[in-house]
């Protein structure tokens, strides 16, 4: 049981090029969300999904995309990549209450830092 | 206004110190609260939850909610060096499908 996990751990990008981070997680949960965090600003949610097919967007959704085609799969893509995206992205999954909405225990990857030049 | 306030720290204190972190939030649909420890260079792991307002203990750490100042807790008693951390505090509402985190605190607890 491998948990959460994210590829790659570390990359390094010039601006303009384009990237997809890659979650994974095998405990069967519904809802899966992708953060990034920065010095002084916290866990900020990028995007989550409440279910395979599924996407919303959360706090700071610009310049992002994701897709959940298979429950245990949730890919963060960076289309033109800008320095302002340089920050630890973590990804994190839980499962979904009777009444639909999230549990409180969220499982988190180990992180992927970024490096956009 | 951000939605949960949380002072950075660093704090730094001796081995055996009681230990209180705190958060601020100014969103009054919050019910659930957490508590993430987050060593350095690893994800946050949950450390404890509460629903609504009251206490709860779980070992060496107890967390308190007080919903009507909407001002939560977590005190760690015994501090150990191994509890040395950035902790990360995060709230949701009843049925929500997000959480918010504050900036977390750093903490050292020296031997």
């Known amino acids: 049981n491998a948990g959460v996990t994210q590829t790659p751990k570390f990359r390094v990008l010039k601006t303009g090029q384009s990237m997809t981070l890659l979650c994974a997680q095998d405990m069967n949960h519904e809802y899966m969300y992708w953060y990034r965090q920065d010095p002084g600003m916290g866990l900020r949610l990028i995007h989550y999904?409440?279910?395979?097919?599924?996407?919303a967007k959360g706090e700071v959704p610009d310049g992002y995309n994701v897709s959940r085609l298979k429950k245990q799969n949730f890919l963060l893509g960076l289309e033109s990549a800008a320095p302002s995206q340089t920050s630890v992205y973590f990804c994190a999954s839980s499962y979904s209450t009777d009444s639909g909405g999230a549990r409180e225990t969220q499982y988190f990857g180990p992180g992927t830092r970024l490096l956009v030049l | 206004q951000k939605e949960v306030e949380q002072d950075p720290g660093p704090l730094s204190v001796p081995e055996g110190a009681i230990v209180s972190l705190n958060c601020t939030y100014s969103n009054s649909a919050f019910q659930y609260f957490m508590w993430y420890r987050q060593y350095s260079r690893k994800g946050p792991e949950l450390l404890m939850y509460t629903y609504s307002s009251g206490n709860k203990e779980d070992g060496r750490f107890t967390a308190q909610v007080d919903k009507s100042s909407k001002y939560i807790s977590l005190f760690i008693r015994d501090s150990q060096p191994s509890d040395s951390a950035t902790y990360l505090c995060a709230m949701s509402g009843n049925t929500g499908n997000q959480f918010y985190f504050g900036t977390g605190t750093s903490l050292t607890v020296i031997p």
């Open positions: 999904s409440v279910g395979e097919g599924t996407t």
